[in-house]
């Protein structure tokens, strides 16, 4: 099984401030399938990034993601107000799937 | 536009059995793994497993045992059923699509892997006696 480790566990920004989320998988992620979701209280995660850097639809640009086989980052690059929530790292690629423990992004 | 409703019933007895179905609205049954998360109250989220068009499943291993996942194509449908309850599920249950993509190259066909990019709504699955 693939574990995938975020870090940090919670980053304290104001908005307009840069956001750098980590993830390390404990094996390489097959094909760079790893994808970012955001997730809110209360409501069903929402794909951010998927294949490590492609956004999905309706993303806006200020989200990004990087990286290959065990290090991956997502980069929020000016923190809207609504951006502030937790974030979860997954990879695909390998059964069975799993998912990071989540980096929660709150307002400081 | 694709969506995705789920129900099920949300208050079990410890050793009963969580029966879940999620319907799909929108589009074609083809190549997608439709998935089962879960996510335990303040906890992160769980990869329980999934299924395509055909019926072929993949679980997780720790749940293998007590988990079984079927398909209804004529209905677009898909379920989740666990065994043998504990307090251990209680979460909230959501269903998602695993999009995936068939390209044909020459003689061959692959499949190109998206993430879940569908979610229902949840379900919340509370496990007492």
């Known amino acids: 099984e693939i574990v995938l480790t975020q870090s940090p566990d919670t980053l304290s920004l104001s908005p307009g401030e840069r956001a750098t989320l980590s993830c390390r998988a404990s094996h390489s992620v097959s094909s760079n399938y790893l994808a970012w979701y955001q997730q809110k209280p209360g409501q069903a995660p929402r794909l951010l990034i998927q294949g490590s850097s492609t956004r999905a639809t309706g993303i806006p640009d200020r989200f990004s993601g990087s990286g290959s086989g065990t290090d991956f980052t997502l980069t929020i690059s000016s923190l809207a107000p609504e951006d502030f929530a937790v974030y979860y790292c997954?990879?695909?690629?390998?059964?069975?799937?799993?998912f990071g423990q989540g980096t929660k992004v709150e307002i400081k | 536009q694709v969506r995705l409703q789920q129900w099920g019933a949300g208050l079990l007895k410890p050793s009963e059995t969580l029966s879940l179905t999620c319907a799909v609205y929108?589009?074609?049954?083809?190549?997608?793994?439709w998935t089962w998360i879960r996510q335990a109250p303040g906890k992160g989220l769980e990869w329980i497993g999934d299924i395509n068009h055909t019926g072929s499943t993949d679980y997780s291993p720790s749940l293998r045992s007590r988990v079984s996942m079927s398909v209804d194509t004529s209905k677009k449908q898909f379920s989740l059923r666990l065994r043998s309850v504990t307090a251990a599920d209680t979460a909230m249950y959501f269903c998602?699509?695993?999009?995936?993509?068939?390209?044909?190259?020459?003689?061959?066909?692959?499949?190109?892997?998206?993430?879940?990019?569908?979610w229902g709504q949840g379900t919340t699955v509370t496990v007492s006696s």
């Open positions: 997954h990879q695909y690629g390998t059964s069975p799937r799993t």
């Open positions: 998602a699509r695993g999009l995936v993509v068939a390209r044909v190259v020459g003689h061959n066909r692959y499949y190109d892997f998206y993430g879940m990019d569908v």
């Open positions: 929108g589009e074609f049954f083809s190549n997608n793994r």
